[in-house]
């Protein structure tokens, strides 16, 4: 037996459910045998997209997990991450053209 950790975080709580598992033990194995499932609903362990101490896992149910992993259970994204530094870098862009407008103006 290994002791491995399920891990899923909303924003306002989270939840590490410590288990110990067999040596052959897969990632999606760990994740129906936590429970977390029953705790958060939305979690669909056939479908949720997981990864071990940050790091994205392909295919949940082959990966077999060592002594200490992590298995986290991602979220989707609530924005491109690609969109929202575009949009940052339009804002930025057009704040500093009003600083040089405002400054060619002498205010």
């Not at 110990?20 to 999606?28: F, G, I, K, L």
């Not at 669909?44 to 994205?56: E, L, Q």
């Not at 992993?69 to 924005?79: F, G, K, Q, S, T």
Request: hydrophobic share 40%; glycine share 6%; net charge negative.
């Amino acid at each position: 037996m290994i002791s491995i950790e399920v891990a899923y975080a909303l924003p306002h709580e989270q939840k590490i459910i410590a288990l110990q598992v067999s040596e052959e033990c897969t990632a999606h194995e760990a994740v129906l045998r936590s429970g977390i499932a029953e705790i958060f609903p939305e979690i669909d362990p056939v479908t949720a997209p997981m990864g071990i101490f940050g790091k994205a896992i392909k295919d949940p149910r082959s990966t077999v997990l060592n002594e200490g992993d992590r298995v986290e259970i991602y979220r989707p994204l609530i924005a491109d991450p690609k969109e929202v530094r575009a949009r940052r870098a339009a804002r930025m862009k057009a704040e500093k053209a009003g600083e040089t407008e405002q400054a060619e103006r002498g205010e």
